[in-house]
């Protein structure tokens, strides 16, 4: 008898000793999420190719907190990118995890919204007006007689 009451003993202390710890690694949990709340922003990065690989493995190893996007691109040119970020978090800050480095190899812009990134993407080359083609053919020609005017 003494025997089967020790061994019950010990499943209830032990099952007792469960409930505690999961009881205590949950309210811990439930601390640490509730002391920190983040808000995310949205940033949008524009590069040249294979920007997205280098810039991918900088924030990884950076200090900074971080989730990657996605943007849909019926084109198929992949030369931006899309991530969240803290909001406490400036642009400064983001831009030494990526590196500077890294930043001129590939010409890296960023933009804070989406109304900087779309503007910067519908930007159209202006073209040369008839007059301007012929001065520019006329400095190809070199130091000529120039026609009067």
Same mark, same amino acid.
């Given at each position: 008898? =003494?025997? =089967?009451?020790? #061994?019950?003993?010990?499943? +209830?202390?032990?099952?007792?000793?469960?409930?505690? &710890?999961?009881? *205590? &690694?949950? +309210?811990?949990? *439930?601390?640490?999420?509730?002391? =920190?709340?983040?808000?995310?922003?949205? #940033?949008?990065?524009?590069?040249k190719?294979?920007?997205?690989?280098e810039?991918?493995?900088? &924030?990884?190893h $950076?200090?900074?907190?971080?989730?990657?996007?996605?943007?849909?691109?019926?084109?198929?040119?992949?030369?931006?990118?899309?991530?969240?970020?803290d909001?406490?978090?400036?642009?400064?800050?983001?831009? !030494?995890?990526?590196?500077?480095?890294?930043?001129?190899?590939?010409?890296?812009?960023?933009?804070?919204?989406? *109304?900087?990134?779309?503007? $910067?993407?519908?930007?159209?080359?202006? $073209?040369?007006?008839?007059?301007?083609?012929e !001065?520019?053919?006329?400095?190809? /020609?070199?130091?000529?007689? /120039?026609?009067?005017?």
């Amino acid at each position: 008898m =003494k025997i =089967k009451s020790t #061994v019950t003993d010990i499943k +209830l202390g032990v099952n007792l000793l469960a409930q505690n &710890l999961k009881d *205590e &690694l949950h +309210l811990g949990t *439930e601390e640490k999420l509730g002391s =920190k709340k983040m808000d995310w922003v949205t #940033v949008y990065i524009t590069g040249k190719e294979g920007f997205k690989e280098e810039v991918a493995k900088r &924030l990884h190893h $950076s200090h900074i907190d971080y989730m990657p996007g996605y943007i849909g691109n019926s084109s198929g040119t992949t030369d931006h990118d899309m991530y969240w970020i803290d909001k406490d978090l400036d642009e400064r800050a983001f831009k !030494l995890a990526i590196t500077a480095k890294t930043i001129w190899k590939y010409r890296i812009r960023v933009y804070q919204s989406l *109304e900087e990134f779309v503007t $910067s993407q519908n930007t159209e080359t202006t $073209s040369f007006t008839v007059h301007d083609m012929e !001065l520019i053919e006329e400095m190809r /020609r070199g130091p000529q007689t /120039r026609k009067a005017s």
